[in-house]
């Protein structure tokens, strides 16, 4: 099976950085995404990665440990904007799009 | 582009209702998935479909189910409705079934409330 641990909630700053991490137990191993949400509307596509260590996507970044069973989604420079839930997610193995994902994590961006 | 549409928004049944919501995905895409989304337990997948075969099922009863179209337009039922059923429906479309690599792209979602 698929399990997916995330915090449920985190504060920060505007202007700082935040790191939000999620670990994962899966049978086999396909990458990891994650989502950004904002209330009342679609998830939306942030990153994926598959192979170990850091993408960097402006002022998102994405680190995966795969030994580790460990990601986390690095924001810099927060802006109020970027108050969301933050999803990780795990696709299953052998074909096929469903995905697993963690409850989110809820980051509220203060002055 | 267009995105992924879904009808209708918002819906308010009873309970022992059925109800069915329409999901489009992008055009071109072939692959669409299904999730529920609760406070309690957040985004939990439905199933898929691929050029109209259900290529994977999530852990729901039977009472819910699945179709999707020629035109790769989908539908999910829900039938005998529960208060529990109460959720924001999500659809997803993906130009691909390759799993991992296969980014999806979610739409609006409708919110279903059981009275």
């Known amino acids: 099976g698929q399990n997916i641990d995330q915090p449920t909630e985190m504060t920060a700053t505007e202007g700082a950085i935040v790191q939000i991490n999620c670990t994962y137990q899966?049978?086999?191993?396909?990458?990891l995404f994650w989502y950004q949400q904002h209330a009342g509307e679609a998830p939306t596509f942030l990153s994926y990665?598959?192979?170990?260590g850091l993408e960097e996507k402006g002022r998102f970044s994405s680190f995966l440990s795969r030994s580790k069973g460990y990601s986390y989604l690095l924001l810099k420079e927060l802006q109020m904007k970027d108050s969301a839930s933050y999803l990780c997610?795990?696709?299953?193995?052998?074909?096929?799009?469903?995905?697993?994902f963690g409850t989110g994590t809820q980051l509220k961006v203060e002055l | 582009k267009a995105g992924v549409t879904q009808t209708p928004r918002y819906l308010i049944k009873t309970r022992g209702q059925q109800v069915t919501l329409s999901c489009s995905p992008i055009?071109?895409?072939?692959?669409v998935s299904w999730y529920q989304q609760t406070p309690g337990q957040g985004l939990q997948f439905l199933f898929e479909?691929?050029?109209?075969?259900?290529?994977n099922k999530g852990n729901f009863p039977g009472r819910f189910s699945g179709r999707q179209f020629s035109n790769s337009r989908s539908e999910m039922n829900v039938s005998t409705l529960e208060l529990g059923d109460s959720a924001l429906y999500l659809c997803?479309?993906?130009?691909?079934?390759?799993?991992?690599?296969?980014?999806?792209?979610f739409g609006p979602g409708t919110r279903l409330t059981v009275l």
């Open positions: 997803a479309s993906s130009p691909t079934t390759s799993g991992g690599a296969g980014e999806q792209f």
């Open positions: 899966t049978s086999g191993f396909n990458g």
């Open positions: 990665n598959v192979l170990d």
């Open positions: 997610a795990v696709p299953i193995t052998g074909g096929g799009n469903k995905l697993t």
């Open positions: 055009s071109g895409h072939r692959s």
């Open positions: 479909y691929f050029s109209e075969t259900q290529r």
